[in-house]
């Protein structure tokens, strides 16, 4: 037994979508043999635009009941049923959702018209209900309301399993085991088998072939699927027009890291926002004081003159200027760690030797602070290749920095010698020193030992 299911909504994602209209058409396989249709009162109101595709304003919805007062006939009609809708993901998820709100836990098993058309009516332009509609001769009275759109989707079903294919296709999409249901309607089950567990890249592309969205990943098939489960009004948008996903691999998360940042500024993909924003600069700086006694401070990059380190969040600023504090025996208050006029006394750092007491000579305190600070020009002026996993047990990654700047990655054979620069430059993939690879790689030297770290002479 079937229920062929079609709703309007509000439109504010699953989580703030509400229903404005319900249908659903009982199925035995061969005829309806029950309905249940019902505007739905939905508590809040019903943007412009909806009402100018659907028709339904407030006006139309204030009489009408609330879903908690339709609930039981829902539940009931549903009951025992596969749960039948075109692009069912969205439909299924909003009831769901409705049903959470009022204390039910509702749950059914589904189907996807989409995804079914697209296996039994092979060749299509478009798998919209009403372009496949057309397509295939079926009548589609009274669009974008409800009761239409699912008498639509029950005549199209019908088309459906009438295929002689549709028998061992049906099964497989209700196999417990598949995620045939998860998956958004238009993606092929083979594609998404392809994508491994493994660090990576991947892209999402349209049904044009367009890159969305660029994402990194260190198991690429579980956050893959992630996205199908997210209920964001963002992620069903952009799973719903996603027809394809394309991968790549990169042996560790630091690798998928740069590749993924390098991607979306080479492709501006239209999902993707966090590396398109405007990012606040800090920088570290020194400065001496009327009383002759050398600071390290932090600020906006506006703020600090002659920076002697830059970074693209107060957090990791700070946390840097933090270790080398502790590292060169530095006072936390004459490195801004601190605001007070007495003596320090920072809770995680106790390495002062009493510069801020009077007991530590300013002269022997400034050459602590001119080695610290000799040790960050140090850092920014040498060739360093990180070491990462390869993307399999015959290789190794390798990470350029050279005076403090992202050079590029590549990957090298583990059975070739690396001696100088020009062995690792061989392999290295070039790339640019952005904003966001200077994060990247300021967290990770920050939180790696230089143990994990080959210096070798330029």
Known sequence: MYT??????????????????????????????????????????????????????????????????????????????????????????????????????????????VRLSRILIPGLRSYSLGKLCSAVEIPLVDRHRARGDAHATVLLFEKLIRDPNAESILKKFLNARSQEATLPPHLPKSVFDAIPSKPGIYYFKNQKGEIIYVGKAIDLKKRVLGHFYDKSRKEIQMCSETADIDFKLAG?????????????????????????RTVKQYAIFSYEDRNGIMHLAYNTIKGAPSPLKIFHNQTACRAYLEDICKSFSLCPKYCHLQQTNAACSHHQINTCEGICRGEESISTYNKKVDVAIAHMKMLASEVRVIKEKGRDDTETAVILIVDGIYKGFGFIDNDIEI????????????????????????????????????HIPA
Do not use: W
């Not at 505007?39 to 009408?64: C, H």
């Not at 959470?100 to 098993?109: C, E, L, P, T, V």
């Not at 630091?254 to 501006?268: G, P, T």
């Not at 070039?430 to 030297?445: A, C, F, N, R, V």
């Open 4 to 113: 062929i299911v079609d709703i309007e909504t509000t439109g504010n994602g699953i989580k703030g979508n509400k229903i404005t209209e319900i249908s659903i058409f009982k199925y035995d396989g061969k005829q309806i043999v029950d309905e249940f249709t019902s505007l739905v009162n939905p508590q809040s109101p019903i943007p412009y635009f909806i009402t100018g595709l659907t028709g339904i304003d407030d006006q139309m919805v204030r009489n009408a009941p609330t879903f908690q007062e339709i609930a039981d006939t829902v539940q009931n009609i549903t009951e025992g049923c596969i749960f039948v809708a075109h692009s069912v993901n969205f439909d299924y998820g909003v009831i769901k959702e409705e049903f959470r709100q009022i204390g039910i836990d509702f749950n059914r098993k589904k189907l996807c018209t």
């Open 252 to 276: 560790s998360e630091l690798v998928a890291l740069l590749m993924e940042s390098a991607e979306i500024k080479r492709l501006f993909p239209p999902y993707n926002r966090a590396q398109k």
């Open 419 to 454: 001696s100088n620069l020009e062995d690792v430059e061989a392999f290295i993939t070039p790339q640019k020193h952005t904003m966001e690879t200077d994060s990247i790689l300021t967290q990770y030297l920050l939180k790696h030992t230089e143990s994990m770290v080959l």
